[in-house]
Every structure is written in C-alpha cells, then in structure tokens.
C-alpha cells in the first residue's frame, strides 16, 4: 500500500481504505495475508527510497511470500524503468503481482503485456503533469507570484513575497550598547538582495546596520546540526539520555538527535516536555496512552525527518511547524509527534553566552533583552 499526499487529494482513499478493500480481495481470491507493506507519504516516482517497498523484496527473496496484491498499478509505481526492473525482479523469484482495480495478474503472458500498456500510459500521465506545473510556475514567478510558503522573514502580500522582519528592537539595542557583533539563530536575510530601498523598512534597517558597521553572523541550520548546538541543547533541557546522531561522524544533514526516557505515557510525557520548554503553544499527535522511551528531536521545522525518526526507532517525533498530512501520516503510522513552537529555540542564547564566555574571555557578551516571540497564546 502506498498513499502521497497528491493522491489523498485527488483519488480520495487512504492508507485505512486500501486496506479493507485488498482484504477483501485477499478474501474473495482465497489468498493468505502474510504482512502488510505500507509507505505513507512517499511518491512513486523513480528515486523515491520507500522503506516498506524494500522490506517487501527482502521477503520475497526470503520466500516468505511469492504475490504481491496492490490496489492499483501506480501504488507499486508509475515508471516504465523501475517496473521492468521489478517484473525482472519477480521472475527470478518465482513470485507474481496481482492488482484490484487494474485486473493485472502477472502469472500470464497476457498479464504481462497488458501491465506494460497501463504503466506507459500511467508514466505519460505523470510526465504531462511535470510538464503542466512547470509551465504554471514559470508564469506564476514572471508574474511576481512566488506560490509557496513564505519563509521565515518573509510574508506574501498581494500574492508577491515581500520582506517582512521584526527584528527592529533587537538592531537598536545591539547599536545603542556599542555591539561589534551581532549574533542570530535565524538568518537577517534569506535571498540576495538585488537593491536596496533606503526609503523601505528593510532599507532603513540596513542603513543603520552601515553606518553603525554592525556585523551580524547567522548560524541557523550550522548552529542547529553541530556537535553541542540546538538540538543537543534542546536534547539536554529535555533530559534526554544516551543522546546521539543518526551517525557518528556528525555532519550538515545530521538534524535528528535520539534520546532515550524513562517509560512515560505520551500525555504525560508531553506535559513534562511543556514545562521544561516553557512552551505554551504545543500541540501533539497521538494516542494519549502511547508509551514513549525513544525519542527524535529536531529544533525548527523537522516533520520532513518523519520517516528517518520511525527508521531510527522512535516512539516520538518531537519537532516545529508540523503540516497538516504530516500529522496523518503519523497517526497512521504510529509514531507521537509534538509540535512546539519556533520560540523555543531562543533558549539557547544562554548556553550560547557562556560557551562565547569561556572561548573569550576578554570579549564582553551581552544577551537581547528586546528579541521576543511575535505570536501570543490565546487562553
């Protein structure tokens, strides 16, 4: 079974609904199911590393199974290349491919070549539509219209990106204390600027920052994946145990931290990690009974890490910005998710302080008594 996001939305069925109806075909055809394969969230595409997928050949060459039953064609995938590999892959272990809607069964000649003809036409469908969003994209950026989510910094107005910062104070109070250095988790800019504006906000914020020949150092994702940065902090505020990377050599793509916890129930667990982040806005997916001892935690927007925290082990996600699907997508397979907010990460300016502190002495460091959080709860 396999469900993309673009699929929920345009074929309607879920993970839960190809379920019951291949049981009920497994039924009707008289056929013993073994296990079940699900990838959540994962297109078909060519490329695409689908963990469930890999697992079901394993099986396959194990001879725990020799059929494969699938809803439909494309939910095994849409590519006339990865499906030769596949059928290639299913003869040398005497197993066969039997799908529901599509009335393809691999155990013919017939089978086979009508299986070939639907996936061609299943590829030139997929191709059509790469071909159709580009052409609308393009027209979209020429238009100004840059259609998607506005980053950090950023807000979209009249459906044109446009920089929006609220870091104003923050400037001010490092000028007016005579700072050399100003030093920010989250970037001051997120694109090239090609002008500048004197007369905009923006503009007026960097002729300040010119004429008072402030530096500013943004560490963002450096900060958040070093040895010792956000997420082992926010890993040790937590109380995390046995807390390591997803490897040992760490590097820009090690996001995740593991950790481990005494046995807790998810509901308990997630208002230990309310008080101990002082974060009043947290929301969380899952059974309230769900027993947590391993958990993942990403500072910033890390939903995207889902499949690696559940890869690793994890019984929680603990992550910001979590969207919509990846809430489902969890609830579906079984991992807790608990959305904090942004906010959370000024905690570190204070571990931040005192390894500054002890690397130099002689420097004096100073923490933003105007920086603050934009949104306020609503109790």
């Known amino acids: 079974m396999r469900v993309s996001t673009e699929d929920q939305v345009r074929e309607g069925f879920s993970l839960p609904e190809q379920k019951e109806r291949l049981e009920a075909y497994c039924k009707f055809k008289g056929y013993e199911i073994i296990d079940y ?13 689908r963990p469930e997928f890999e697992r079901l050949k394993d099986n396959i060459k194990a001879k725990r199974i020799n059929t494969i039953v699938a809803l439909k064609l494309d939910r095994i995938t849409r590519s006339i290349y990865d499906w030769e590999n596949l059928m290639t892959f299913l003869d040398e272990n005497d197993a066969y491919l039997d ?24 590829q030139n469908e997929i191709e059509r539509t790469s071909e159709r969003t580009k052409v609308g994209l393009a027209g979209a950026i020429k238009c100004g219209h840059i259609p998607h989510i506005a980053p950090l910094g950023y807000k979209h107005e009249d459906k044109k990106l446009v920089i929006y910062y609220a870091t104003k104070d923050v400037i001010d109070e490092a000028i007016e204390k005579k700072c050399d250095l100003l030093i920010t988790h989250h970037p001051f800019l997120f694109f090239p600027l090609l002008s500048v504006d004197y007369d905009s906000a923006l503009g007026k914020k960097l002729l300040k920052i010119f004429h008072a020949k402030l530096n500013i150092y943004s560490m963002h994702t450096n900060f958040d994946t070093a040895f010792g940065g956000m997420n082992d902090i926010l890993a040790s505020i937590l109380n995390l145990t046995n807390i390591k990377a997803e490897k040992e050599e760490i590097d820009s793509n090690c996001f995740i931290r593991i ?92 571990y931040l302080q005192e390894m500054l502190k002890k690397a130099f002495p002689t420097c004096e460091v100073l923490v933003s008594q105007k920086e603050k959080d934009p949104f306020k709860p609503f109790r």
Do not use: W
Request: include cysteine.
């Open 37 to 49: 394969y699900q990838d959540a969230g994962i297109s078909a595409k060519t490329g695409n590393h």
């Open 99 to 122: 799908c529901v809607n599509d009335e393809i069964n691999t155990t013919s000649a017939n089978g086979k070549i009508i299986s070939k003809l639907l996936m061609s036409v299943s």
């Open 259 to 350: 950790g481990e916890v005494p046995q807790v129930k998810l509901k308990d667990y997630v208002s230990m990690v309310n008080t101990n982040l002082q974060d009043f806005v947290m929301r969380y997916v899952g059974c309230d009974e769900k027993i947590i001892t391993k958990v993942g935690i990403i500072g910033g927007a890390g939903a995207n890490e889902l499949n690696n925290a559940i890869k690793l082990g994890c019984d929680c996600l603990i992550t910001g910005e979590v969207k919509h699907n990846q809430a489902l997508e969890a609830l579906e397979r079984g991992i807790a998710l608990i959305e904090v907010s942004h906010s959370v990460e000024s905690l570190f300016k204070e």
